[in-house]
């Protein structure tokens, strides 16, 4: 994960790992060489067509993993159409070049709908800020043992709001689902629909987990976010569509 935000998790930290069979592993091997693929390309642009193209086999092949890890340990993941109690959270973690493909994504097919996106996506910004704000101001009231990871805390707020992510649909269906961008595909959960709730994201027994690539894939894909970054710091996919869908294209 990038260097500048180390620290910040989108979903709450699995608690127990999941087992990765052979075939699998062999599986991840090929999404290292599509990744391996897009370093040694030197793309000039993370819109090229040839860069994009290795990054959707990317997806593609992570599709194909994670499916071999669930079977493997015998789960069935509960996610579905309409169930998006995840899309509340802040999504962290967003390499730059896939806000970039996003950006592009929706200036393609959801013009219209720019203005309104970009306006929430400042109000959850402004929001999360507040948070933060406020959370530092309070912190050596509410934790004087130092245990309490503030980054966690701000980001279980500002879960507990309800803020939808600006990309999901009325229909409840995330509206980039094609290049919705890989911290939103890691991300599985095994119960109800209904226990992803955030009224129950302390509860400490709900099988939710996030299947994150090898530190080798993970060392590429922070590479190439350096590589391709416009807007050093920014992660969080909200402050980074404001940034690509009003700069000047
Ligand atoms: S990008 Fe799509 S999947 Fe990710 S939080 Fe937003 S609506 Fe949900």
């Known amino acids: 994960m990038h260097n500048d935000t180390d620290n910040i998790q989108k979903f709450p930290v699995q608690k127990e ?18 990744l391996e693929s897009m370093e040694n390309g030197n793309a000039q642009s993370c819109l090229a067509d040839d860069f994009k193209l290795s990054y ?28 998006a109690y995840c899309c509340n959270h802040w999504v962290e973690d ?24 970009v306006a929430q996506c400042i109000e959850d910004e402004a929001i999360l800020n507040n ?43 995330c509206s980039i689902y094609k290049v919705r961008p ?10 109800e629909n209904a226990l992803c709730a955030p009224e129950y994201q302390e509860t400490d027994d709900i099988p939710t987990y996030l299947l994150n ?19 050093p710091e920014e992660t969080g996919l909200r402050s980074m569509l404001v940034k690509y869908l009003t700069e000047d294209t």
Request: glycine content about 2%; proline content about 3%.
């Open 131 to 173: 948070i933060e704000k406020l959370t530092i101001d309070r912190m050596s009231d509410i934790d004087d043992t130092g245990t309490i990871d503030y980054i966690d805390l701000v980001l279980s707020v500002f879960y507990q709001m309800n803020r939808t992510c600006p990309l999901l649909s009325e229909n409840g269906a």
């Open 17 to 34: 790992l999941l087992r990765i069979p052979p075939e699998a592993r062999a599986v991840h091997n090929g999404i290292v060489r599509a």
């Open 56 to 83: 959707f086999r990317v997806f593609e092949l992570f599709e194909q993993y994670q499916q071999m890890v669930i079977q493997h340990n015998n789960y069935k993941v509960s996610c579905k159409r309409g169930c």
């Open 213 to 231: 690539l090898d530190e080798n894939a993970s060392e590429i894909l922070d590479r190439l976010h350096f590589r391709y970054q416009r807007f």
């Open 182 to 191: 890989l911290t939103c595909r890691i991300y599985m959960s095994f119960s």
């Open 94 to 117: 967003v390499n730059s070049f896939e806000a970039a493909i996003i950006a592009e994504y929706l200036r393609k097919y959801f013009p219209d709908s720019i203005e309104k996106i």
